[in-house]
T-cell receptor
Framework: DAKTTQPPSMDCAEGRAANLPCNHS???????VYWYRQIHSQGPQYIIH???NNETNEMASLIITEDRKSSTLILPHATLRDTAVYYC?????????????FGKGTTLSVSS | DSGVTQTPKHLITATGQRVTLRCSPR?????VYWYQQSLDQGLQFLIQ???????AKGNILERFSAQQFPDLHSELNLSSLELGDSALYFC?????????FGEGSRLTVL
């Protein structure tokens, strides 16, 4: 699986959009970008995933650049409960049903 | 609620002892994964089972073993426990896509 690079930490004001970047410059054509988050000591939570098109669900939006070498997770109106570690993971489409390998992620701190 | 159930939530034991952690996957999920998260380490993948068979191994120590039963629940056995085994142990399950994680079992070895 391609390696990902994320900033170790970010801050965001409550009510503002949180934009979390991820670099995956070695991603290959059949690899998906997954985002998970872990709120303090809880089990990781699936947020969203995508291949090449932008995706949106009730939690977040995922913007993938045209060359697919980077992506941004957007939490449109961050709340204090969004404070968590966010993990960007690249995984092959033919690897559905395989383990996710977590890196260090980005610690997002949302403050009032 | 992810639908993945882990027991016990907390466990305190002594060095040299053996413990068993249990995981019930989401209904219909055939894959079960075990992860370890220590204070100074990230989420480390230990092992995966698929429909009763071992599918993949990660950084699992020889003192640790797991199995998945016909009803698809799984157990992680940790033996000859050391202080460094103190950690959160997460179980996850999946069908064919994203993984869903339980709330973890916190193991403290004294």
């Amino acid at each position: 699986d391609a390696k990902t690079t994320q900033p170790p930490s970010m801050d965001c004001a409550e009510g503002r959009a949180a934009n979390l970047p991820c670099n995956h410059s070695t991603i290959s054509g059949n690899e998906y970008v997954y985002w998970y988050r872990q709120i303090h000591s809880q089990g990781p939570q699936y947020i969203i995933h995508g291949l090449k098109n932008n995706e949106t669900n009730e939690m977040a939006s995922l913007i993938i650049t045209e060359d697919r070498k980077s992506s941004t997770l957007i939490l449109p109106h961050a709340t204090l409960r969004d404070t968590a570690v966010y993990y960007c993971i690249v995984r092959g489409g033919n690897q559905a049903g395989t383990a996710l390998i977590f890196g260090k992620g980005t610690t997002l701190s949302v403050s009032s | 609620d992810s639908g993945v159930t882990q027991t016990p939530k907390h466990l305190i034991t002594a060095t040299g002892q053996r413990v068993t952690l249990r995981c019930s996957p989401r209904s219909g999920d055939l894959s079960v994964y075990w992860y370890q998260q220590s204070l100074d380490q990230g989420l480390q993948f230990l092992i995966q089972y698929y429909n009763g068979e071992e599918r993949a191994k990660g950084n699992i120590l020889e003192r640790f073993s797991a199995q998945q039963f016909p009803d698809l629940h799984s157990e992680l056995n940790l033996s000859s426990l050391e202080l460094g085994d103190s950690a959160l142990y997460f179980c996850a399950s999946s069908g064919h896509g994203e993984l869903f994680f339980g709330e973890g079992s916190r193991l403290t070895v004294l």
